[in-house]
Nanobody, 118 residues
């Protein structure tokens, strides 16, 4: 089993910034990719950004140029730098870790609330 814990959410004004962190832990496992998803009230969960263990990335069109995903493979950490935040970015942000623990599976954190409001 892989445990996933997010931190860094909070309340910010439009145009502000936040940095989310995610840590994966457990026994023996190999991480294939780590990413961030978000879910706003009344909407389905959507992919925000993803990064593989080799460093390739992809972003949702709505966050390109504003958000940056990065990782620390040695410490099983992934980060999401969120700049120029907009009210429509308000959502619960979930960290997802795709890892091999006997077989390939995805593990989810409990989420961290990001609220962008004046």
């Amino acid at each position: 089993q892989v445990q996933v814990v997010e931190s860094g959410g909070g309340l910010v004004q439009p145009g502000g910034s936040l940095r989310l962190s995610c840590a994966a832990s457990g026994s023996r496992f190999r991480i294939n990719s780590m990413g961030w998803h978000r879910q706003a009230p009344g909407k389905q969960r959507e992919l925000v950004a993803r990064i593989t263990s080799l460093g390739s990335t992809n972003y949702a069109d709505s966050v390109k140029g504003r958000f940056t995903i990065s990782r620390d493979n040695a410490n099983n950490m992934v980060y999401l730098q969120m700049n120029n935040l907009k009210p429509e970015d308000t959502a619960v942000y979930f960290c997802a870790v795709t890892a091999i623990v006997g077989s390939l599976a995805t593990y989810w954190g409990q989420g961290t609330q990001v609220t962008v409001s004046s």
